[in-house]
Structures are given as C-alpha cells and as structure tokens.
C-alpha cells in the first residue's frame, strides 16, 4: 500500500524515502484531507446558522407588525367606545411605529456584518451583481446604493434594521392594490356621479395645478439653500416637480373616517372622497411623466419644449392605456361569470373574483403602464358589471374581503412611516425645505380649490359654499400613495431629502389636521347626524312633499337634475347594451340590437333578462291607482288629479305626465334615486311642472 503511493508523495529528485518515512507522508497526508473535510463540514454548519437566523430574524420583524396591528386595533376600539376622535387610526397606527422604531434604533445591540471594504478604484460605475472569488470559491453580491463617506463605519450595523425596511415594491405590488381597489369597488354611485364634473375637476386640473406651483416654489427654495451653503448636492428643476407630484396626493383617510361616523354632508363627502381616489391616479402617472422627461443635449435637466410635449403624450398614453386595462379586466371578469355556473361554488367564484381583481395591477405594471390607476378602473367596473352577476354569498365575501385587506394594509403602511422614521438609514432633514415645503402645500392646495370651486360654481345648480370649500382646504391631508411614491427612489442625495421631508408632512397632516377635523366641522357650520341618501330640503319654488315616499321623490328629481351630463350622455348606451351583454341585468339585446342581429342578441342575452323584465312587468301592475287617490301640492295650492284646486283651477293626469324612456328609469334605479311617484293608495305626492331632463 505505501509502494503504491509514494510516487505520489515524492516528487522531489533524489532516492525515495525509506518505508517508515513514507508511511509517517501518508498519515500527514490523511489528516491534512480530514482538515479540510472538517473545515468545510464547520463552513457548512456556519452557513446553516446564518440562515436560521436570518429566519428567525424574518420571523420577528414579521411578528412586530403583526402586534403593532393588533395593538392599533384594540386602541381603536377602545376610542371608538370611549367616542375619542380627536386621533383617527391610522395616527395611531404611527405613534406604535415610532416607538418601535425607538426601541429597534436604540434598544437593540449592533451586531455589524461589515468586515472590510474592497478598492475597486479603475471602475466607473458602480455594477447591480457582483462575483467575488474567495479561496476558490465564488460568492454573489448585489447593489444595495451608495454610501457617503461619513458613515462608512455604520454600514448596517443592526441587522433587525436591515430586516425591518422593506422593500419599496413590496408596498406597490402587495399593500396599494387593495387599498385602491376598494376605493372603487366601494364608490357610492349616486353621490359619485351627481358631483362628477367638480370631482374630475378637482383631480386632474386640480393635481396638475398644485404639482406645478409646488415645483416651481421648491425651486426657489433649492436656490436659497444653494445661496445660503445648504445644499451639499445637485437637486435639479425636474426633482422638484417630482416632489409637487409626490405631494400633491392626497389621502384624507382621517377625515373621510370622521365624516363617516359624523354622517356630514354627503356631497361634502362625495368631493373629497372622489378627489382622493382619482387624485392618487392622476399624481402616480404625473410623477412617471416627470421621470420619463428627457431634453435632447447636454444638459439633460434644461428646458426643452419637444421633451416637454413627449411627457404629456406619455402621460396621456400611460393613463388611458392603464383606464383600458383596468377595465378590460372588469368586463372579462363580468363574462366568465355570467357564462358560467360558477355562483353555484361561491368559493371558487370569490376567489376567481380576487385574483382577477389583483392580476389586473401587475399585469398593468409588467406592461408598461400604471397599476394603481389599472386597478382603480377594475373595482369601478367591477362594482358596476360583474358584482350583479355574483351569487349572494360572494357579493358579501368579496365586499368584506376587500375590507379587511384595505383596513390592514393601510395600518400597515402608517405603522412602517413611524418605524422609517429611526430605522431608515439614508435620512437627510433640511429646516428649510421643510419650511418651504409645508408653505408650498399650502398655496397651491388653495391655489386649485378656491380658483375651481368659483369657476365650477358658475355652472353648478348646487354650489360649493364657502364652507364647503374652506372644509376641502382643510382636508388636503397627504398619506399613504405620497409615502409610497417617495420612498419608491432614495438612491440620491435629493430624492432621500424628498423622501424625508414627505414622512414628516404626512405625520403633521394626519396628527393635527386629522385631529382638528372635529372642531372644523363644528366651526364651519357643516351639517352632520345626517342620512346619507338625505338631501336638504327643497327651496319654497318647487313642489313640497306632504306624506308618504315623497322625500325619495324630491331626493330623486333632484340627483337626476344635477347628475353629471357626461355621465348622462354615456347611460344610455350602457343600459341598453352593456348591462344586458355583462350582466344578467336590463332590457333584452333582442330589444335594443337591430333585427340582423337577432341571432347575436339571443345569445348574448342569458334567460335571466326575461325572466326579470317579466318580474317588473308583474310588479307594475301593483301601482295602477285610481284618479281619487293621487293629490299634489303647489306652493299653497292643492290639486287633485281629475283636475280640482283649492285655490285655483289646474288640471292634471296621470296621462298628462312625462313618459321616461326606460334608460331613464334604470338610471334613477341605479343611482337609488326613483321618483316613486306611485307607491300606495292615499299617499301624496308631487309632479313637477317642468321638464328637468
């Protein structure tokens, strides 16, 4: 066995060793084999340590959320009982993050994986993956951002930071969708579309107004820094548009919350609720139209009037494409459903529901577009097309599915700000930018709400009254969309002072603006106790309701008055052909659908539509009344339908009034807004003298 190998282990000249010798090399060679066995069976138990951990580390930084929300929920309770309103949830929410963020920063020993940093001095640009060869043995890294000098020697000292600051897209892809979507998959229609124009108003000229004077205010705010030696690196014209479009999203969660509990006034409601959701979309796709700004030249930040047009274009393309997308989704989500027996497993119904609902953000994103406003548009269409076509059970399930996950991922996100606010590493805090900025906020949310509202007034029956606009003034709180988009990129030195000045103005708003909601209302003289399907009462010119469902009819006439004409324009359309494609809803296609298309119409029609049209015909039947039974009241003059007047003669019928066209009548169904002219014997009721069409 030695003769065997000593070749092996002699290879220098001379004669070989002798026998004893040569066995005393194969023993050192042996256990020099078992060395490096036991040294890489010790690296392999090392690495296995490392992971468990990280495991457990993971465990522990998904556990303290988890306790924070559970904290935050038993708070809440405990305020809604004691009816505290002086703090929403979602301030608390922050005030639990910042003291664990306190007790992570500070209460927790550093345990560094700094070793030593390498030189690599000849490369120009930093590389996103790295191969490092150790011993024979190759080991990846990736990028994480720059460092600055002075904190060479902190590099991630403590590990439970590390693992407590989450990915920016971790907040995109898992915590926004939900929340947006719940945005309009709860829409309130009728209060909704009643104020459409003044909310579309609000969010896009609105949002455009308020990012460009807070763009050109910061700018001058970085040019005073620059003066007075604060600025210690670039931040260019186009970073401080980005910041207005940041910013200018709002998010009065606290104040919808109050106003919901308080039952305000509903169509206060409905334009800050409706500017809320839009005005997020509006302000994700600006601030993508600002990135995508790009001069041709040298100076890549000047500016250049064909780069300025290829930002509006892509913004427009990125909005409609992302509004088509969003509703797209809705409508095959609608299909399957209506052609299929899936209301017969609820389960799997809700789920199909869900995940549709949820593919509809990422494949917006994977595509080019915006998820946010993708997915905003899908829970609209949803709402409106594919929840007719659920089963009960799945109408109920999805509704308070959507809840929940909404509720939790904005807790969520408000507990992360307050733990950001110590555990994030790239901080920058500058006293006069944040001056500048809350100043800068304040302008140009006024600069869009007082201008808009006079000239929206000028064509509104029902107008924004001084209140009302103070109130919207009042309630311009920034949150989670703003956070979102800023901590999205903190790779340089003026997006990380974005990012930090935009934590400390959503804490400001959501504290004290958020707190102050209560006393606002009551100083303002703004109606709260109220019912929200309650409108005021009508002025002494028009018909007055004397019993019965009268306020329904007055409520009616009234929304059907100021319902949006754009919304007007396209209802037609959907009712006659929409719903009855999408849905099991409206008029039969065999109906609406010219006769050549007898054969595409039956089949698209399901046997649901015949059988409600026969159901409404059969309910109609209830409400023939005899002339006797119906009264109306004018001003101070009563008449009866064979045409008697207690004050003057006038004569009225039931022939006599307004034939509405079917769509007309699916419209004020919808929006819950019927006259209900004829609903029992002995009630009175009113017929308007003119044509509110």
């Known amino acids: 066995m030695v003769p065997a190998l000593r ?11 002798p026998p004893l010798l040569g066995l005393l090399l194969v023993l050192l060679q042996l256990c020099g084999g078992l060395r490096a066995e036991d040294s890489g069976a010790m690296e392999e138990i090392a690495t296995e340590k490392e992971a468990e951990e990280s495991h457990r580390q993971d465990s522990v930084s998904l556990l303290t959320f988890i306790l924070l929300l559970t904290l935050t929920i038993l708070t809440i309770w405990l305020f809604k009982h004691r009816r505290v309103r002086f703090l929403h949830e979602t301030g608390l929410a922050m005030i639990y993050g910042l003291i664990v963020g306190v007790i992570l920063r500070y209460g927790i020993p550093a345990t560094s994986g700094h070793d030593k940093s390498l030189s690599c001095s000849q490369e120009d640009r930093p590389f996103s993956t790295l191969l490092v060869n150790v011993s024979g043995k190759f080991f990846e890294y990736t990028l994480k951002g720059e460092i600055s000098p002075g904190k060479i020697n902190n590099v991630e000292q403590n590990d439970m930071l590390r693992k407590v600051t989450f990915d920016p897209e971790v907040f995109f892809n898992i915590l926004l969708p939900p929340i947006i979507f719940h945005a309009g998959y709860s829409l309130k229609k009728r209060h909704f579309f009643r104020n459409l124009g003044s909310i579309l108003a609000y969010a896009f000229l609105g949002t455009a107004v308020s990012c460009f004077i807070i763009g050109n205010l910061m700018y001058g705010v970085v040019k005073l820094m620059k003066l007075v030696g604060q600025l210690s690196d670039k931040f260019y014209y186009t970073d401080c548009l980005l910041f207005g479009a940041i910013i200018s999203a709002t998010d009065p969660v606290t104040v919808l919350a109050i106003f919901n509990e308080l039952h305000a006034d509903v169509d206060l409601y409905a334009l800050l609720f409706g500017e809320s959701v839009l005005n997020d979309a509006v302000a994700i796709v600006l601030s993508s139209s600002i990135v995508a700004y790009q001069p041709t030249g040298l100076n890549t930040h000047a500016f250049d009037a064909a780069a300025f047009f290829k930002s509006v274009g892509v913004f427009l393309g990125i909005f409609s494409g992302s509004f088509a997308m969003g509703a797209v989704t809705g409508v095959v989500t609608a299909l399957v459903t209506k052609f299929t027996k899936l209301h017969c497993f609820p389960l799997l119904e809700t789920a199909l529901f869900f995940l549709m609902s949820w593919s509809t953000f990422l494949l917006a994103e994977a595509c080019g577009f915006t998820g946010v406003v993708a997915v905003l548009f899908c829970g609209i269409t949803q709402a409106h097309y594919t929840y007719n076509n659920l089963s009960v059970e799945s109408r ?65 029956r029902h107008k924004i009254g001084w209140n009302f606009q103070h109130m919207m003034m009042f309630s311009g709180l920034r949150g989670a969309m703003a956070f979102a988009l800023a901590i999205r990129d903190t790779a340089t030195y003026s997006h990380q002072m974005m990012f930090s000045t935009t934590l400390l103005i959503v804490f400001f708003t959501v504290w004290i603006i958020g707190g102050g909601t209560t006393p606002m209302l009551s100083w303002l003289n703004i109606r709260v106790g109220v019912d929200p399907d ?160």
């Open 7 to 17: 070749p092996a282990l002699w290879a220098s000249p001379g004669p070989p060793p």
């Open 396 to 460: 109920s399930r999805t509704k308070q599915l959507f809840e929940v996950l909404h509720f939790l991922a904005e807790n969520f996100i408000f507990s992360y700000m307050g733990l950001a606010l110590f555990t994030f590493q790239k901080h920058i805090f500058s006293p006069i930018f944040i001056i500048g900025a809350f100043i800068a906020i304040f302008l140009g949310r006024a600069a869009h709400i007082y201008p808009l509202s006079f000239f929206l007034n000028l064509g509104r």
């Open 534 to 693: 309650q409108d005021p009462p009508p002025s002494n010119d028009s018909f007055q309701v004397l019993q019965g469902d009268g306020p329904d009819a007055a409520r009616g006439n009234r929304t059907k008055q100021e319902s949006a004409w754009i919304f007007r324009l396209w209802y037609s359309f959907d009712h006659n052909y929409l719903k009855p494609i999408l849905t099991h809803s409206g008029p039969p296609l065999t109906t609406t659908l010219p006769a050549w298309c007898g054969l595409l119409a039956r089949c698209l029609t399901s046997p649901q539509v015949y059988e409600n049209q026969e159901q409404l015909r059969d309910e109609d039947s209830d409400f023939i009344l005899n002339d006797g039974d119906l009264t109306l009241t004018y001003g101070d003059s009563t008449i009866t339908a064979n045409g008697s007047s207690g004050s003057h003669t006038a004569t009225t019928s039931l022939e006599g009034r307004r034939t509405k066209s079917s769509s007309e009548e699916a419209l004020e169904r919808d929006l819950g807004m019927g006259d209900h002219e004829v609903s029992s014997r002995g009630t009175r009721l009113v017929f308007p003298l003119e044509d509110n069409a």
